[in-house]
């Protein structure tokens, strides 16, 4: 981004913390929804079905907002409305009576998750300079981990340590929780409007680059872009199944909700330290490696996790471990994507990596769904680890230079 002017950092800062308060919101909200469901009669496919609505409105916007980021001058107005939706979407969970409503529900926040992600993402391949941009995006997951760890931490101490629970009282609980989850989604509203640049970049036109943006067909092209899209899908698709399938694991298993809330904090807390650490591994291993690794480690680690889940500190370990993972590729996919794109086309390109993630969103966990009746739970978990499997196997084979 040479010749672009300074650009004050603050509005980054308010970003980051518009992020942590939506997001503890939204991974509040999220498994209190599988606990909801099950306290509405449902089973394994209901939650399958409803973790996959999350994603599947989202799926016929992704590429028409990532177009509107790349057009608009700032990109406060749409973060902001990412966070009123975020906020909207529990309390629309909290009185929602039946299962068609709370799969409803859950397509606000999946929407409200869109356009709050695609308008961060944007402006940061906008506004910050190339050198810094892998730590930026690792702050900028980080703070999604931050929300993905005490969310559910916070859903589990609602729910306490019973087990056995009668449907009337479990859905009371979790009804309460979600109106937590939206107050504290809303305090994230004033700071979305804090998130405006201080300063447009005027960047310099690459003669070898083109200004108009690339179509879809020319974006799906870069090889880069489509490793990234496979491999961003497999890790994103992962966190959702383990979201949506440890509280019915636990179930399974006799874990109570407060240590499955636990040990979903402990997975995000994992990733948090992964991203934040990520400049340090990055003058070590090339983005690459990093990147296989992610899909690699989280894989084997989930693998095993559903024979060890009744044993607590083991499944800790476990996911501690394969949460490093998890969050270690995210932010590399996001950095690997913006820069193998022309500056015109970073807010599509980044819009159709999310496009894959919520592609996968949609199908795995609903098929996950529909494996977890005749296999349980466990077996939901292992059809996430066979996708992070293929994404590895699907990355072509380094070159001299790349990193």
């Known amino acids: ?96 009576p039946s299962l068609v409503l709370v799969t409803m529900a859950s397509a606000i926040l999946g929407m409200g998750h869109l356009c709050f992600t695609i308008a961060g993402q944007s402006a940061i391949a906008r506004f910050v300079p190339p050198g810094n941009m892998d730590s930026a995006f690792g702050w900028f997951t980080a703070s999604f981990a931050m929300g993905q760890m005490i969310g559910p931490l916070l859903a589990g101490l609602a729910l306490g340590p019973s087990q056995g629970v009668p449907a009337e009282v479990r859905l009371i609980d979790a009804n309460t929780a979600l109106l937590m989850a939206g107050f504290i989604s809303v305090f994230a509203v004033p700071f979305a409007f804090g998130t405006a640049a201080k300063h447009a970049p005027t960047v310099k036109p690459d003669a070898a680059m083109p200004t108009r943006p690339d179509s879809v067909a020319a974006l799906l092209r870069y090889p880069t872009v489509r490793t990234n899209m496979v491999a961003s899908l497999a890790l994103l698709a992962t966190t959702d199944i383990l979201v949506a399938f440890l509280p019915l694991l636990g179930e399974d298993k006799g874990v109570p909700p407060v240590v499955v809330g636990l040990l979903l904090a402990t997975r995000a807390a994992a990733s948090i330290a992964s991203r934040l650490l990520l400049p340090v591994l990055l003058t070590r291993w090339s983005r690459r490696t990093l990147v296989i690794s992610s899909l690699a480690g989280a894989g084997t680690t989930i693998a095993i996790l559903p024979w060890l889940f009744h044993v607590s500190w083991m499944a800790g370990l476990l996911l501690a471990i394969g949460g490093f993972f998890l969050g270690l590729g995210q932010p590399i996919t996001m950095t690997l994507v913006t820069q193998s794109v022309p500056h015109a086309s970073r807010g599509a390109a980044l819009a159709l990596r999310l496009l894959g993630n919520r592609l996968g969103q949609v199908t795995l966990p609903a098929a996950a769904g529909l494996l977890a009746g005749p296999a349980g739970a466990s077996g939901a978990l292992w059809m996430s680890c066979a996708v992070l499997a293929a994404a590895c196997i699907l990355w072509p084979p380094d070159k001299p230079g790349t990193g």
Not at 6 to 20: H, K, N, Q, T, Y
């Open 1 to 96: 981004m040479s010749g672009n002017r300074p650009v004050s950092r603050g509005w980054f800062w308010m970003l980051i913390a518009a992020a942590v308060l939506g997001q503890i919101g939204l991974n509040l909200s999220r498994p209190l929804i599988s606990y909801k469901v099950l306290a509405l009669g449902g089973e394994s496919l209901s939650v399958g079905m409803t973790s996959a609505a999350y994603a599947l409105v989202p799926v016929a916007a992704a590429l028409w907002l990532g177009r509107v980021t790349d057009r608009r001058h700032s990109l406060k107005g749409v973060v902001a409305v990412g966070s009123l939706l975020l906020a909207a979407g529990p309390f629309v969970l909290a009185v929602s």
